[in-house]
């Protein structure tokens, strides 16, 4: 594949042989880890050059040749990093890369009962988890988790799939959030109405009805509209009489879920409802421990102390407790000649602890939202990129900051990484007007918007 890649590269960009020879012929690749291409560059190419001039044209190649998308490293031939590559070998075993039934469901490879801690707050979930995942459709159905933000239950969810699919990859399983299935739903119909395509719909109910298994992540989302849970309640009747194995997450149980018909609450009481609950001390400590062991933060060797004192101060969300640790390395990295220590500790939970105990909007806390939802980072949404998938969501946040909180325009670009006055008030045009139009966009930030101020 790779002689057809830089074929192809060479043919696009018109290079010249001398060109072709000099820069792409001699380039190697190493080793492919996740999606990730790691090309050698001999040592007498500038890595710097080619990375400036070949980077973006590459990456377009290999899409064009193997119809995925790759990130791409180059590493020159002398550089120490290739040690460290070998010395660890689970991560430089060259891996074919086709797409595993895991990955085309979806599923964050992270998130498997390997890696879930299990405590006194979640052994029963885990437990209710286990056994559905063993025996989907004859054990507990559907099978209901609820719980807080941030303690397990989408972690939970993907195990369940995995462990499902590891089994059986033919098994057919989909996991989606309301979100999805209520976004999907609003566009077939949609589909069907404007041109009169009903193959729209019957179409989405294939997809949804034809499964095994059917995991539907924050069903709380499925919020006021009644054609979204009629759909729902038949693709779930359709899906339960024919055996199949349900699973639904929640923020609260189905009776508390107000905005839930009563015909779907009664169904979701019909399996097991498990809760998931705040981690006590040694499960935080535990889950810390189990997040160094993963990520190979060994190697920071941080103190006891400073552990402890993480786990003694973020106590409701594991994202946070995660994100507090993320950040304490982060901020490690960036001070020099530091040490990991309780003060560097407690600049890194600066503010995560004040929105453990009472949580105002800010358009911090928006832009975490924002951000998460997406599936981006702050610093994205801060940035210049202009890629669709983050300026998009950058115009959300600057919409909701605007709105949610007293911001000027001038101060919700500054908050942006500095955007200016136009730019700012052009989002946030965009976004009001189509909101109004655009149902499914509208949908999306009413979801957002019950995620930054749930009441
Ligand atoms: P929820 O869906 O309930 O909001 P998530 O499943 O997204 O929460 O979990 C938030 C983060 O915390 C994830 O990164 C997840 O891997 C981690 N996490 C949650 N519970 C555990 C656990 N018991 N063990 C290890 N990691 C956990
Ligand atoms: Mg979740």
């Known amino acids: 594949k790779w002689e057809e890649i830089i074929e192809h590269l060479k043919v696009e960009h018109d290079l010249s042989n001398v060109s072709f020879n000099t820069w792409i012929r001699p380039l190697k690749v190493y080793d492919i880890i ?48 290739l040690e460290e590559l070998k010395s660890n070998p689970s991560e430089s075993t060259v891996k074919k890369r086709t797409k595993s039934a895991a990955e085309k469901a979806g599923l964050n490879p992270k998130y498997t009962f390997d890696t879930f801690v299990v405590g006194g707050n979640n052994n029963f979930a885990h437990a209710a988890s286990l056994a559905v995942a063993e025996s989907p459709g004859e054990v507990y159905n559907p099978l209901f988790l609820y719980g807080g933000v941030g303690l397990g239950k989408t972690h939970l969810m993907h195990s369940i799939a995995h462990f499902i699919l590891d089994k059986n990859p033919k098994k057919k399983v989909l996991y989606v959030t309301s979100e999805t299935f209520t976004n999907e739903l609003i566009e077939a119909l949609k589909m069907g109405k404007t041109s009169g395509n009903e193959s729209a719909i019957s179409k989405f109910r ?58 779907l609450r009664t169904r979701f009481e019909w399996g097991l409802i498990a809760d998931i609950s705040a981690p006590n001390y040694e499960t935080r400590m535990a889950i810390l421990q189990k997040k160094i062991e993963l990520d190979q933060l060994e190697k920071y060797n941080i103190p006891k102390d400073v552990l402890k004192y993480i786990a003694e101060n973020v106590k409701t ?44 909007v800010t358009p911090e806390l928006i832009l975490d939202i924002v951000a998460d939802h997406f599936g981006i980072t702050v610093a994205d949404l801060k940035s210049n990129k202009r890629n669709a998938d983050i300026a998009f969501p950058r115009q959300i946040a600057m919409f909701l900051i605007r709105t949610m909180t007293e911001s000027s325009l001038k101060a919700v670009g500054i908050i942006l990484g500095g955007k200016d006055h136009s730019t700012v008030k052009y989002g946030i045009e965009k976004i009001a007007s189509e909101e109004k139009k655009d149902e499914t966009l509208n949908n999306t930030i009413n979801i957002i918007r019950k995620k930054i101020n749930p009441a």
């Open 34 to 81: 996740d999606d990730t291409v790691i090309i050698l560059v001999n040592s007498n190419s500038s890595v710097e050059y080619i990375e400036k001039k070949y980077l973006l044209p590459l990456k377009v190649c290999i899409a064009d040749i193997t119809g995925e998308e790759y990130e791409i490293r180059f590493l020159s031939e002398d550089d120490n990093v």
């Open 317 to 360: 969300n594991i994202r946070e407790l995660e994100g507090s640790l993320n950040k304490l390395i982060a901020l490690y990295k960036l001070n020099h000649e530091g040490e990991i220590d309780i003060p560097l500790a407690a600049e890194a939970l600066k503010d995560i602890i004040s929105s453990d105990n009472k949580r105002e």
């Open 206 to 263: 294939d997809k949804y009805r034809n499964n095994d298994v059917l995991l539907i992540d924050d069903i709380q989302f499925i919020i006021g509209k009644e054609s979204t849970q009629e759909e729902f309640f038949h693709t779930f009747n359709h899906l339960h009489t024919s055996g199949k194995q349900i699973i639904i997450s929640s923020d609260k149980p189905p009776k508390d879920i107000e905005t839930l018909e009563a015909r």
